[in-house]
T-cell receptor, first 110, second 115 residues
Framework: AQSVTQLDSHVSVSEGTPVLLRCNYS??????LFWYVQHPNKGLQLLLK??????LVKGINGFEAEFKKSETSFHLTKPSAHMSDAAEYFC????????FGAGTRLFVKA | NAGVTQTPKFRVLKTGQSMTLLCAQD?????MYWYRQDPGMGLRLIHY???????AKGEVPDGYNVSRLKKQNFLLGLESAAPSQTSVYFC????FGGGSSYEQYFGPGTRLTVT
């Protein structure tokens, strides 16, 4: 069976501080994992993806994620938040089928 | 290269009315998908297609029908709209589907309200 859990529905950070968005998954297969971002009233855009190469994946806009098989996690991080990072973020697991997490809304305070 | 486009962007229907949402992609992708997005529920797959002339049910197919007569187009139909179908609908496409490392490309969405 496959599932994906985003551990926080909302995360609030101050501009310039680190961002951590948490994602746990389960899969009977070796999955591909993705993070997408959705800005208000927009479609989803790919931030980064893991496809069994390097476990530390770098994406666009300074985001990165680390695949930890032992912890079945794929957390998204960014060293320093910008106001423009305020959006909703989705963790996605693709094994037998593709499953989206419920999303984490990131708020960035000035 | 327009990517994935959706028509219309907004629509208001009365209960019982019908409508068709059009999705088009110009990336020669095999797979296409229709999702609905509701607050706190992420994206839920309605129907998908693995190639021209094929369609399959997703997680929440009831009340919707789809067709893929041309590789670049994927239509979503509501035969008799209900208030529970008020949602934002997203179309997506990808080279391949589940189990692959190919990401999905999303359209801008259609906001549908059923009164």
């Amino acid at each position: 069976a496959q599932s994906v859990t985003q551990l926080d529905s909302h995360v609030s950070v101050s501009e310039g501080t680190p961002v951590l968005l948490r994602c746990n998954y389960s899969s009977s297969y070796s999955p591909s994992l993705f993070w997408y971002v959705q800005h208000p009233n927009k479609g989803l855009q790919l931030l980064l993806k893991y496809t069994s190469a390097a476990t530390l994946v770098k994406g666009i806009n300074g985001f990165e994620a680390e695949f930890k098989k032992s912890e079945t996690s794929f957390h998204l991080t960014k060293p320093s938040a910008h106001m423009s990072d305020a959006a909703e973020y989705f963790c996605v697991v693709s094994g037998f089928k593709t499953i989206f997490g419920a999303g984490t809304r990131l708020f960035v305070k000035a | 290269n327009a990517g994935v486009t959706q028509t219309p962007k907004f629509r208001v229907l009365k209960t019982g009315q019908s409508m068709t949402l059009l999705c088009a992609q110009d990336m020669n992708h095999e797979y296409m998908y229709w999702y609905r997005q509701d607050p706190g529920m992420g994206l839920r797959l309605i129907h998908y297609s693995v190639g021209e002339g094929t369609t399959a049910k997703g997680e929440v197919p009831d009340g919707y029908n789809v067709s893929r007569l041309k590789k670049q187009n994927f239509l979503l139909g509501l035969e008799s709209a209900a208030p529970s179908q008020t949602s934002v609908y997203f179309c997506a496409s990808s080279y391949f589907g589940g189990g692959s490392s190919y990401e999905q490309y999303f359209g801008p969405g259609t906001r549908l309200t059923v009164t």
